[in-house]
């Protein structure tokens, strides 16, 4: 069983079209619960505050938005039922054994938290999806139970970064009189070493930013 906490700065979900529309008309949308799933997106229910001179139809004039019901109008924002088709919402449906857990949502301020649970391999399958659709600045493992031969380092790298850096390690890279360069080891793994060195400085963020939550 894994349960992972993913996170996005505001400037990272900007990367996302979509996602950089909803920003320009909400300071903030929480996703309170899922109220139904099909095949083709989740209706969820929502707390929208829009940002002043907005209104809430400019939400359903989004690509993978819908409100399909307002419920109720405070000072805290619009609570409606919003049906989404985004793909983020399309790959946590396409994938069984994992779970979304509410309150999650995106914010001007505080940018964009989720978190995930569910068995080990599921969640590592809807990170590797995540990675792609929309990759996430911060990736940390709450709690882990270990399940067969699997370790906490899969749920956080791909299996590339693993891989490679294994080999860096097995060489002797990181050893304090380490006598072995980037280029040698590419080679050795038949890589450009442009190639090999991202795979190396992207997982060493990944370690230091799980590092750095486990001290905090």
Known sequence: ????????KTNSLRGSKEISKILELCDKIEI?????????????LAEIKLKEGKNIEQIS???????TTIHEESE???LVSLFCTHPLALTAIELSNIHIQPPYG???KKGM?????GISNSVRRFISLIRIVLPPDNISVQSFQKEGNDNVW???LTDRQIEVLSHAIRKGFYSMDRNVTLKQLADEMQMARSTYGEHIRR???????KIMNDLN
């Open 1 to 8: 069983m894994r349960k992972v906490v993913l996170k996005w």
């Open 32 to 44: 309170l619960g899922h109220l139904s799933i099909s095949e083709i997106g989740v209706t969820q």
């Open 61 to 67: 004039e989004l690509e993978n938005f819908e409100v």
């Open 76 to 78: 805290e924002g619009i």
């Open 106 to 108: 995106i914010s001007e």
């Open 113 to 117: 938290e989720m978190r995930i649970s």
């Open 154 to 156: 899969e749920a956080i």
């Open 203 to 209: 997982a060493e963020v990944e370690i230091m930013n």
